[in-house]
């Protein structure tokens, strides 16, 4: 669409669409005709405005990171028409200082991607505010327990603060939950046969999912 220069040697068009050959006809004129001779066309690559968002989440846990990725999600590349043939850089100022479109957050503060399309030089910017969680502290042990083989065999149990949860594990670091230990501050460990048994329990945020650096360990005896 000709948004100005009528009758003019300059023009402005406001284009519908990216892509590849879009043109404009410019006829040459008098003052007694409005077309005289044959018209001259010229061609022209429009390009896209990329659109960025960044992606990848907004919080992480105190001691950890964050990825976040910066997703295209429009823009034409010098000599295409669709994204997939898009040349794209990516620039992340501070706090980050990255030039890869997934940039690894490591502190708190609002976070900037700047993407620029290759061919045409357009721009896009995006905003992401990173906060970080507090690890919950360990949980306090309720005491360890003893037991008679064929009797009642008592729950291990620790306590917590508020909001914060606990779950069990066989290991003091790594490994798997134990069966009947997601989530429980009062854990039934199943043991009915003599022995000494030991059991650890990681604190767990149940609003962030941020777990205690440590486990308490709790055990119980039967025979």
Do not use: E, L
């Given at each position: 669409m000709l948004r100005s220069g009528q009758g003019t040697q300059t023009i402005t068009v406001l284009w519908g669409s990216a892509g590849t050959g879009r043109t404009v006809s410019v006829y040459p004129s008098n003052s007694c005709a409005a077309f005289n001779g044959s018209p001259t066309t010229i061609t022209r690559e429009?390009?896209?405005?990329?659109s960025v968002t960044i992606t990848g989440g907004s919080e992480f846990c105190s001691g950890g990171s964050l990825s976040l990725v910066a997703s295209v999600t429009s823009g034409v590349s010098n000599g295409g028409s669709s994204l997939a043939n898009g040349v794209f850089t990516y620039s992340w100022p501070a706090p980050g200082s990255g030039t890869l479109q997934t940039y690894s957050a490591t502190s708190a503060g609002t976070y900037s991607v700047t993407v620029t399309e290759g061919g045409s030089g357009c721009t896009s910017t995006d905003n992401q505010v990173v906060t970080i969680n507090s690890l919950?502290?360990?949980?306090?042990?309720?005491g360890n327990q003893t037991a008679c083989v064929g009797g009642t065999i008592p729950n291990l149990s620790v306590t917590t603060s508020s909001g914060v949860t606990a779950d069990w594990y066989t290991v003091s670091s790594g490994g798997t939950i134990a069966s009947g230990g997601t989530g429980v501050l009062s854990f039934?460990?199943?043991?009915?046969?003599?022995?000494?048994?030991?059991?650890?329990?990681?604190?767990?945020?149940?609003?962030?999912?941020?777990?205690?650096?440590?486990?308490?360990?709790?055990?119980?005896?039967?025979?």
């Open positions: 429009v390009h896209g405005t990329p919950p502290s360990a949980p306090t042990s309720g039934a460990t199943g043991q009915t046969a003599a022995g000494s048994y030991t059991y650890y329990a990681q604190a767990r945020n149940s609003s962030t999912g941020c777990v205690s650096s440590t486990r308490t360990a709790v055990f119980i005896v039967t025979g």
